[in-house]
């Protein structure tokens, strides 16, 4: 490729449990409205529409992107709509990266909205992305799929609930700063212990909330950026690996993966690091926004992305890393992250929207200080495909 | 994308209608398909660098249909993604994501099922739930509306048609002689003024095709190339109402595209055949206007041209009018192009091709338009 990739604009919903006021093509718009303002743009000058959408299911609506098409300005322009599941949000941004990189246009949106919290039950929906015949009757959920990966990584590296807690703690504490994130009050390891148990050891304050919500990200050439001498945060790296689908090919004898750590996550970031050109992470990484939709997942992704040791990250966070205001080190989600905020079609999107704001400098609150580098991930379907990406000022 | 890597076709796999024996799950097709494009490109999986596929999870019945085809076309350890919008846009994300410089390969692979119980029952799910859903409004439907605004924007467009249709057959039976009947019985009304006869029934498709830089392609000796020249792509709002659905202004965008990157000047005379969407026949008018082949006052006249024999052969493969995998027709059409380019069309095979135009449409009324400039060898700059 030619010159650099870098985001000129940012939108982003207040993520609520419902957004009645608002149809799913209205909560698109508005990520998009804010986005163009951001960026200070014209519809004319967007060449090219990413739509970020995953299960059709989730909005009610079959191929629902097709409903989007007014509202992201679309009409008669380059449009094509991304799902990886959960990953889908970071796959849309690489996607519109892609356009740019590859030269078909200067300018691309990516945009999405999702609608989690009024599709009824999003556990029934995701029952439905495992294999008919073996492992959708079981019944599988995202919930229990991943509080076996909990039970494992206990197993494995003697995680406890409470360092479980810890980051439902340090996430709902970030989360308080940060106005875009559903789930602001802040709570304590007492409470998250006593929540409802869901999945052991996966209990209610565990588990991220079901938001309705959108996002967008215009992205432009560093030639066209340049051009009109606007401010940019660059993406300097980025890449996808995948897991395998089958649950069982996670478990038991002869397991192909191990359900405990994130290796297809782990290569990924190995990837997009490679093209960034970063060599130490833990020294480089200023800022990270993970995708964890489980309290316990948070530890494999900081490891993975190559922030601690195997089984090294509940003791790290035990004394005090990770939090915004450590004295050294990434912070991880100082969003709140997923855990706070899981508008399923865009939250992917949401960590490279908060890991640029950070480098960027204009966080608010939740501020990184001094923050320069960036990094972000998605995963989708069932632990099986994950995007990364490095983002620097 | 001027400057960037150069792309090309250096895979094909057509299965246009597979046979529903019972034996064999999706997941072994797309493994087979996989294997048989891999080889068809003289290439192994060790090759793959990545993957992009195309699928209707209402047609597959999973919510994220992605998740299952993974492992068989290769994508575990592998940075796989789907564009559910239309097969398609697997192609033109998979030609991006080379020419960007981030790979040096993709595969690119869509499928359409027929084992729903019902495929307008499940495209009635993507109306919108509050105006059109209760219409029913399939896609069946949308395009008989189209079909109608034709008839009374062009007169005789319905005459017309059936010509359009009785070549598409004719072709498709000469092209797939296992498969196709060059004369099919007239049908009663289907949805006004389609006939039954007049779209053919859903089958069970896979296509599959394999993408490489210039670079990799020289280096590994790969051959034969279909090079993609001009690529566009365009969509039209989703509401049937905001459009004129006798014109096409996304294709025409998407046409501009591709011929402005490819240098086609004049469409006319570019090219040496092209395969248009037409799901119903109307559909192919609309595009060979959409194309600038034939404006709606030149059909009449000019559709001779079009023939077999003619100056510039459209749908020798009989299009969606012979064979009607419903949601890998698009990429189909591209595949064809490719592969007669390639000189791997076999009995529909045009000698001496070297130019191809490839139209694809998808979703309501042709909502979603595509348009790939193709050369074989070393291509051609200019039109």
């Given at each position: 490729?030619?010159?650099?990739?870098?985001?000129?604009?940012i939108?982003?919903?207040n993520f609520?449990?419902?957004?009645?006021?608002?149809?799913?093509?209205d909560l698109?718009?508005?990520?998009?409205?804010?986005?163009?303002?951001?960026?200070?743009?014209?519809?004319?000058?967007i060449?090219?529409?990413?739509?970020s959408?995953?299960?059709?299911a989730?909005v009610?609506?079959?191929?629902?992107?097709?409903?989007g098409?007014?509202?992201?300005?679309?009409?008669?322009?380059?449009?094509?709509?991304?799902?990886?599941?959960?990953?889908?949000?970071?796959?849309?941004?690489?996607?519109?990266?892609t356009?740019?990189?590859?030269?078909?246009?200067?300018?691309?949106?990516?945009?999405?909205?999702?609608?989690?919290?009024?599709?009824?039950?999003?556990?029934?929906?995701?029952n439905?992305?495992?294999?008919?015949?073996?492992?959708?009757s079981?019944p599988?959920?995202?919930i229990n799929?991943?509080?076996?990966?909990?039970?494992?990584?206990?197993?494995?590296?003697?995680?406890?609930?409470e360092?479980?807690?810890?980051?439902?703690?340090?996430?709902?504490?970030?989360a308080?700063?940060?106005?875009?994130a559903?789930?602001r009050?802040?709570?304590t390891?007492?409470e998250?212990?006593a929540?409802?148990?869901?999945?052991?050891?996966?209990?209610?304050?565990d588990?991220?909330?079901?938001?309705?919500?959108?996002?967008?990200?215009?992205?432009?050439s560093?030639?066209?950026?340049?051009?009109?001498?606007?401010?940019?945060?660059?993406?300097?790296?980025?890449?996808?690996?995948?897991?395998?689908?089958?649950?069982?090919?996670?478990?038991?004898?002869g397991?192909t993966?191990d359900?405990?750590?994130?290796?297809a996550?782990r290569a990924?970031?190995?990837?997009?690091?490679?093209m960034?050109g970063?060599?130490d992470?833990?020294r480089?990484?200023?800022?990270?926004?993970?995708?964890?939709?489980?309290?316990?997942?948070e530890?494999?992704?900081?490891?993975?992305?190559?922030?601690?040791g195997?089984?090294e990250?509940?003791?790290?966070?035990r004394?005090?890393?990770?939090?915004?205001?450590?004295?050294?080190?990434?912070?991880?989600?100082?969003?709140?992250?997923?855990?706070?905020?899981?508008?399923?079609?865009?939250?992917?999107?949401?960590?490279?929207?908060?890991?640029?704001?950070?480098?960027?400098?204009?966080?608010?609150?939740?501020?990184?200080?001094?923050?320069?580098?960036?990094i972000?991930?998605?995963n989708?379907?069932?632990?099986?495909?994950?995007?990364?990406m490095?983002?620097?000022? | 994308?001027?400057?960037?890597?150069?792309?090309?076709?250096?895979?094909v796999?057509?299965?246009p209608?597979l046979?529903?024996?019972?034996?064999h799950?999706?997941?072994?097709?797309?493994?087979?398909?996989m294997?048989a494009?891999?080889a068809?490109?003289?290439?192994?999986?060790?090759?793959?660098?990545?993957?992009?596929?195309?699928?209707?999870?209402?047609?597959?019945g999973?919510?994220?249909?992605?998740?299952m085809a993974?492992?068989?076309?290769?994508?575990?350890?592998r940075?796989?993604?789907?564009?559910?919008?239309a097969?398609?846009?697997?192609?033109?994300?998979g030609?991006?994501?080379?020419?960007?410089?981030?790979?040096?390969?993709?595969?690119v692979?869509?499928?359409?099922?027929?084992?729903?119980?019902?495929?307008?029952?499940?495209?009635?799910?993507?109306?919108?739930?509050?105006?059109?859903?209760?219409?029913?409004?399939?896609e069946l439907?949308?395009?008989?509306?189209?079909?109608?605004?034709?008839?009374?924007?062009?007169p005789?467009?319905?005459?017309?048609?059936?010509?359009?249709?009785?070549?598409?057959?004719?072709?498709?039976?000469?092209a797939?002689?296992?498969?196709?009947?060059?004369?099919v019985?007239r049908?009663?009304?289907?949805?006004?003024p389609?006939?039954?006869?007049?779209?053919?029934?859903?089958?069970?498709?896979?296509?599959?095709?394999?993408?490489?830089?210039?670079?990799?392609?020289?280096e590994?000796?790969?051959?034969?190339v279909?090079?993609?020249?001009g690529?566009?792509?365009?969509?039209e709002?989703?509401?049937?109402?905001?459009?004129?659905?006798?014109?096409?202004?996304?294709?025409?965008?998407?046409?501009?595209?591709?011929?402005?990157?490819?240098?086609?000047?004049?469409?006319?005379?570019?090219f040496?055949?092209?395969?248009?969407?037409?799901?119903?026949?109307?559909?192919?008018?609309i595009?060979?206007?959409?194309l600038?082949l034939a404006?709606?006052?030149?059909?009449?006249?000019?559709?001779?041209e079009f023939?077999?024999d003619?100056?510039?052969?459209?749908n020798?493969?009989?299009?969606?009018?012979?064979?009607?995998?419903?949601y890998?027709t698009?990429?189909?059409?591209?595949?064809?192009v490719?592969?007669?380019?390639?000189?791997?069309?076999?009995r529909?095979?045009k000698?001496?091709?070297?130019?191809?135009?490839?139209?694809?449409?998808?979703?309501?009324?042709m909502?979603?338009?595509?348009?790939?400039?193709?050369?074989?060898?070393?291509?051609?700059?200019?039109?």
């Amino acid at each position: 490729m030619t010159g650099r990739v870098g985001i000129i604009g940012i939108g982003q919903s207040n993520f609520r449990a419902r957004r009645d006021d608002a149809s799913y093509p209205d909560l698109v718009r508005e990520a998009v409205a804010l986005a163009m303002n951001d960026a200070k743009l014209d519809f004319d000058e967007i060449e090219a529409v990413v739509y970020s959408l995953s299960p059709d299911a989730m909005v009610g609506i079959g191929n629902a992107e097709r409903l989007g098409v007014d509202a992201v300005g679309a009409r008669n322009k380059r449009f094509l709509r991304i799902n990886t599941g959960g990953a889908t949000g970071i796959s849309s941004v690489a996607t519109a990266w892609t356009h740019v990189a590859a030269g078909a246009c200067d300018v691309v949106i990516t945009a999405g909205a999702d609608k989690v919290g009024e599709c009824g039950d999003s556990q029934t929906v995701l029952n439905k992305i495992w294999d008919p015949m073996y492992e959708r009757s079981l019944p599988l959920g995202t919930i229990n799929m991943l509080a076996m990966s909990a039970v494992r990584y206990m197993h494995k590296y003697g995680m406890t609930q409470e360092d479980m807690a810890r980051v439902v703690v340090k996430n709902r504490r970030h989360a308080s700063k940060n106005p875009h994130a559903h789930l602001r009050k802040e709570t304590t390891i007492e409470e998250v212990m006593a929540s409802r148990m869901i999945s052991w050891p996966v209990k209610l304050f565990d588990c991220c909330p079901q938001s309705s919500g959108g996002a967008a990200m215009i992205l432009a050439s560093e030639r066209w950026i340049k051009a009109r001498g606007l401010d940019a945060v660059w993406i300097t790296g980025l890449a996808h690996s995948s897991e395998t689908y089958y649950m069982g090919d996670r478990m038991g004898r002869g397991y192909t993966a191990d359900h405990a750590d994130a290796h297809a996550l782990r290569a990924s970031f190995r990837k997009a690091y490679a093209m960034a050109g970063i060599k130490d992470p833990r020294r480089e990484v200023d800022v990270a926004e993970l995708y964890a939709p489980f309290s316990n997942t948070e530890f494999h992704a900081i490891e993975a992305a190559g922030l601690a040791g195997l089984g090294e990250s509940p003791a790290m966070l035990r004394d005090g890393a990770f939090a915004l205001g450590c004295d050294a080190g990434a912070v991880v989600n100082p969003s709140g992250g997923v855990l706070c905020t899981n508008a399923i079609a865009v939250t992917a999107m949401s960590r490279i929207a908060e890991a640029a704001l950070q480098v960027w400098g204009r966080a608010g609150e939740r501020q990184v200080k001094g923050a320069r580098l960036g990094i972000a991930n998605g995963n989708g379907g069932d632990h099986q495909f994950f995007g990364t990406m490095v983002v620097e000022a | 994308m001027a400057g960037r890597p150069r792309v090309g076709v250096v895979g094909v796999v057509i299965w246009p209608c597979l046979p529903d024996d019972g034996r064999h799950s999706l997941e072994e097709q797309l493994h087979r398909a996989m294997q048989a494009t891999l080889a068809d490109a003289g290439l192994g999986t060790e090759d793959l660098e990545g993957i992009v596929v195309a699928s209707n999870d209402q047609y597959d019945g999973r919510a994220i249909s992605i998740m299952m085809a993974s492992a068989p076309l290769g994508g575990v350890d592998r940075d796989i993604l789907s564009t559910p919008s239309a097969g398609e846009h697997a192609f033109v994300l998979g030609a991006l994501r080379i020419a960007s410089g981030q790979f040096r390969t993709q595969l690119v692979v869509s499928w359409s099922p027929t084992e729903a119980s019902s495929i307008p029952e499940a495209q009635r799910l993507a109306a919108d739930p509050y105006f059109h859903r209760r219409l029913p409004l399939d896609e069946l439907a949308a395009a008989a509306l189209q079909a109608n605004v034709l008839e009374h924007a062009v007169p005789g467009a319905g005459a017309l048609a059936e010509q359009v249709l009785a070549s598409g057959r004719r072709n498709g039976a000469r092209a797939f002689p296992d498969l196709v009947q060059a004369e099919v019985p007239r049908g009663g009304p289907s949805r006004w003024p389609l006939r039954h006869d007049m779209v053919p029934p859903p089958v069970t498709g896979v296509v599959a095709l394999m993408l490489a830089d210039e670079a990799f392609i020289a280096e590994r000796g790969l051959g034969p190339v279909a090079w993609i020249s001009g690529l566009g792509w365009a969509t039209e709002p989703a509401f049937l109402g905001d459009r004129d659905l006798a014109t096409a202004p996304a294709l025409s965008a998407a046409a501009a595209q591709a011929y402005g990157e490819a240098g086609v000047t004049d469409a006319r005379a570019a090219f040496d055949l092209a395969e248009v969407s037409d799901v119903t026949p109307y559909q192919a008018l609309i595009a060979l206007e959409g194309l600038g082949l034939a404006s709606r006052s030149e059909w009449q006249a000019r559709l001779a041209e079009f023939a077999p024999d003619g100056r510039l052969p459209v749908n020798l493969s009989g299009g969606i009018a012979a064979l009607n995998p419903v949601y890998c027709t698009g990429l189909i059409r591209i595949a064809e192009v490719a592969n007669q380019l390639r000189g791997r069309a076999v009995r529909h095979q045009k000698q001496g091709a070297r130019r191809g135009l490839a139209h694809a449409a998808s979703g309501p009324a042709m909502q979603y338009q595509t348009v790939v400039v193709l050369d074989a060898g070393a291509g051609r700059t200019a039109a």
